[in-house]
């Protein structure tokens, strides 16, 4: 499958985020609101119906960035909504990798996979999403 990337990325703190995909899903863009839901896990489908599985770093300036961007949450904010989550039987934290190559290959090889880095090293092994504005 032949895309063509579209590369967007958030400065914030001079930090780079990009969004990305396993190649074999059918969307190539996604909302800010889309990427929050699909992360604190009030949605678990892409829009075009497709298993969205989602993906985290374990730390770093990158992880920081794109949780307080897209999210709205600290790190420590972050997990005390996973952990209610999980305690209450709603949910299941999302994988953690120690690096983003880690990410990038488990995205690269998993069907609905999506995370966040800050640099896509080979282009045909995921793909990379536009982040669409708000209807």
Not at 39 to 58: E, Q
Not at 59 to 84: N, Q
Not at 89 to 108: H, I, K, N
Request: glycine share 8%; net charge positive.
């Amino acid at each position: 499958m032949s895309f063509t990337m579209l590369m967007l990325c958030d400065r914030a703190k001079g930090q780079d985020v990009i969004i990305v995909v396993n190649k074999g899903s059918s969307i190539s863009q996604i909302t800010p609101s889309q990427v929050r839901e699909l992360f604190t896990g009030t949605r678990s489908r892409f829009s075009d119906g497709g298993r969205a599985i989602p993906v985290l770093l374990k730390g770093g300036p990158v992880h920081e960035v794109f949780l307080r961007h897209y999210v709205g949450d600290s790190p420590a904010e972050f997990r005390v909504r996973w952990r209610k989550a999980v305690f209450t039987g709603q949910g299941a934290l999302p994988r953690e990798f120690a690096s983003e190559s880690a990410m990038l290959d488990y995205v690269a090889a998993t069907p609905g996979a999506i995370g966040y880095v800050s640099r896509v090293i080979d282009p045909n092994a995921v793909k990379v999403l536009a982040i669409a504005a708000q209807p």
